[in-house]
């Protein structure tokens, strides 16, 4: 097989290689076009692959790894200076810049990284999140939306739905939707500065018993500054008051408004 030599290619001038050729060498294609004002991929090519008993590669590069620090990288490109690709040495890839970043992962996780801290990590078993991470929806389909709900770590083992002031409220839903549903409630929206917990609905839906299995627990109440108003139609509300004279009195309360003394602390 001839060898040739290339030199110095003149600025301007094209360097052909034929079909089925190859070059083959020590040393390294070092390409620094300038300026440019037009579109001029720094690299070009084209395939035609047409056997399918054969595996392909289009690019190439087996490195042997003698010695090598940690980080160094099969592959990386950059812009003005700043990595926003590449592929390690270990097969890891990352995608991203200024600590803000992903990449796959040395356990078979897909690795999320903020501010060069760790942020998340999608594997097969779901999502793992960092002590700080935040599971969030948006008031559209648009990475541009509104995030207005949250569910965050307070601590080991305590999941917390919280929007900073905001009040908030959780549904458990029999069946239908928010406009034809039905749902049990823990919702501090609804009325300000108070925490309802019961059955809700909405539409067509159809309010539902509840029903409080409080085993071998039990409740209790704290006595109320005033009597509660009265409640609807067909429904009696229960409390504890002071009588004026030290004393808890346990009190029901009807549609009438009228109030019944149900016991008095001794």
């Known amino acids: 097989m001839a060898t040739v030599s290339i030199g110095a290619v003149p600025t301007g001038e094209t360097l052909n290689i034929g079909s089925g050729k190859t070059i083959v060498g020590e040393g390294k294609i070092t390409l620094a076009i300038g ?3 037009t579109s001029q991929p720094i690299i070009s090519g084209t395939q035609t692959w047409n056997a399918s008993g054969v595996t392909f590669d ?3 590069l087996d490195v042997t790894n003698t010695a090598s620090a940690a980080a160094s990288n099969l592959a990386t490109l950059k812009v003005g200076g700043t990595t926003q690709w590449f592929v390690r040495k270990d097969g890891r890839v990352a995608v991203g810049a ?3 970043y992903v990449e796959s992962g040395g356990f078979g996780t897909i690795d999320f990284y903020q501010a060069s801290q760790f942020a998340g990590a999608l594997y097969s078993g779901g999502l793992r999140l960092g002590s ?3 599971v969030s929806w948006g008031d559209s389909n648009s990475p541009l939306a509104t995030f ?3 569910l965050r770590r307070d601590g080991a083992n305590i999941v917390a739905q919280r929007n900073s002031t905001n009040a908030q ?3 458990i839903y029999n069946t239908g939707d928010s406009t034809n549903g039905e749902w049990f409630a823990v919702d501090w929206k609804t009325t300000s500065n108070v925490c309802l917990v019961g059955a809700v ?3 067509t839906g159809t309010k539902r018993p509840s029903q409080l299995d409080l085993y071998t627990g039990f409740a209790e109440l704290t006595e109320r500054a005033s009597a509660p108003s009265a409640p609807g139609a067909d429904a009696v509300r229960i409390y504890a008051i002071d009588n004026g004279a030290g004393k808890t009195q346990l009190m029901a309360l009807f549609s009438s408004g009228a109030a019944q003394q149900l016991a008095i602390q001794p």
Request: avoid cysteine.
């Open 169 to 171: 409220a959780k549904r």
């Open 98 to 100: 200024s600590g803000n």
């Open 58 to 60: 289009g690019i190439l």
């Open 132 to 134: 700080t991470g935040v």
């Open 148 to 150: 207005d709900t949250f």
């Open 35 to 37: 300026t440019i004002t």
């Open 201 to 203: 609905a909405a539409g």
